[in-house]
Each structure stands twice: as structure tokens, then as C-alpha cells.
């Protein structure tokens, strides 16, 4: 199956900073998502956005599907920015069902 | 617009006995529904696929028969976890993908079992 590997697997920063995160896939996909997973453990979708380039307030993703990559950028962070930031595919199966493979994350601390 | 709610948020059952947890799509029509859990520090690793009106799909390892999905609506799917038992405890999230052209699937609060 396909794989997916999220770098870095730990980030501390200070509050203000600018952070990259990156998520590397193994085959083609038709999704990608970008979650923030809250210490109450929701996740909070962040970007849909299997190609392409989206910005949202200090937010922006940009994948590029031919090299098999996603990154995160995240500006001008925040405390409540912190907790851990998973990286998301699917790929068609047989099936069609469309199954999400999750990284195994990025677990951002911002420090006051 | 696409929430998915969750009910209950936590639970806390003995051994043996059998927990419901409910996923219902809030604001569309879900065609198909997931069901993951998520151990500690862990990422979220898929249980089953749960379509509208037919059996649901189970990933390798996962007993059907210990941890029962029934897709009865376009808007409710429900995780019966039967005989639990402590290594049942987990945190279980349900999502659901509203069909059509976008693959996007919204994720619901999650259910923190504690089995005893």
C-alpha cells in the first residue's frame, strides 16, 4: 500500500516564527489533506488540496504530485497553533472506497 | 457546513459488555463513512469502510465480529464494540466523505473508551 512520511516528527519553536512541514508520498493520489489535531484530539480539516497551491490566513499548503510531495507553511505562529499536524492520501482501490493512509505526523510545540 | 458529530464523547464500560458509538453527518448526505482509532502518540489507523445500505469493509486484523458497523442512513453510522475488553480502550473517529466529485472527508470529535 501506499506510504506516507511526515518530517519533521518534532518541532519546537518560539511564538512568531515560521514553520515548514513536509509530507512525502510513495504513489499517485487523488487526495491529500492537511489536519491539525487539537489536544481535545478533534481534527480540524486544514487543506484539501491533492495539487496545487491554497493559502488560508497564515496558513498555506502546496503539493506537487509528480514529485510526490506536500509541505505546510505555517507563519507567524501562535501557542494555539501547537498540537500535531497530520498529513493525509488516498489512492483508488479496487474498491473505489478511497481510504485515507495517515502520516504518523508532525507534533508542533510553539513556545510563548 | 460539514460537520460530523460523534456521541458519546467518553465512555466507560467493565469488561464483557457492549458500547455503541453513533457518527452522524450534520449538514450532507454521506454515502460513505470510516471508522479509525487511535492509540496514544499514534497516528490514526483505519478499522473499516462503512457504505449507505451494504456490508461494511474491514482492514486486515480487524474483527467484524467484535467491532460491528451498521450504515442504516445517508447521515448515521454506528461502531458497536462487542465483549470489550481493556485493550479495547482506544480513542475511535468516525469521518464521512459526502461523494460526488471531492474526496475531502470531514472527521467527527471522537469517542474515548475506557474499558475496565
Known amino acids: 500500500g501506499i506510504q506516507v512520511e511526515q518530517s519533521p516528527p518534532d518541532l519546537i519553536l518560539q511564538e512568531g516564527a515560521n514553520s515548514t512541514l513536509r509530507c512525502n508520498f510513495s504513489d499517485s493520489v487523488n487526495n491529500l489533506q492537511w489536519f491539525h489535531q487539537n489536544p481535545w484530539g478533534q481534527l480540524i480539516n486544514l487543506f484539501y488540496?491533492?495539487?496545487g497551491t491554497k493559502q488560508n490566513g497564515r496558513l498555506s499548503a502546496t503539493t506537487v504530485a509528480t514529485e510526490r510531495y506536500s509541505l505546510l507553511y505555517i507563519s507567524s505562529s501562535q501557542t494555539t497553533d501547537s498540537g500535531v499536524y497530520f498529513c493525509?492520501?488516498?489512492?483508488?482501490?479496487?474498491?473505489?472506497?478511497?481510504?485515507?493512509?495517515f502520516g504518523q505526523g508532525t507534533r508542533l510545540t510553539i513556545n510563548p | 457546513g460539514a460537520v460530523v458529530s460523534q456521541h458519546p464523547s467518553r465512555v466507560i464500560c467493565k469488561s464483557g459488555t457492549s458500547v455503541k458509538i453513533e457518527c452522524r453527518s450534520l449538514?450532507?448526505?454521506?454515502?460513505?463513512m470510516f471508522w479509525y482509532r487511535q492509540f496514544p502518540k499514534q497516528s490514526l489507523m483505519l478499522m473499516a469502510t462503512?457504505?449507505?445500505?451494504?456490508?461494511?469493509?474491514?482492514e486486515q486484523g480487524v474483527e467484524k465480529d467484535k467491532f460491528l458497523i451498521n450504515h442504516a442512513s445517508l447521515t448515521l453510522s454506528t461502531l458497536t464494540v462487542t465483549s470489550a475488553h481493556p485493550e479495547d480502550s482506544s480513542f475511535y473517529i468516525c469521518?464521512?466523505?459526502?461523494?460526488?466529485?471531492?474526496?475531502?472527508?470531514?472527521f467527527g470529535p471522537g469517542t474515548r473508551l475506557t474499558v475496565t
Open positions: 493525509a492520501v488516498s489512492t483508488p482501490t479496487l474498491q473505489g472506497a478511497q481510504k485515507l493512509v
Open positions: 488540496i491533492p495539487s
Open positions: 469521518s464521512a466523505r459526502a461523494g460526488g466529485g471531492s474526496y475531502e472527508q470531514y
Open positions: 462503512s457504505n449507505e445500505g451494504s456490508k461494511a469493509t474491514y
Open positions: 449538514d450532507f448526505q454521506a454515502t460513505t
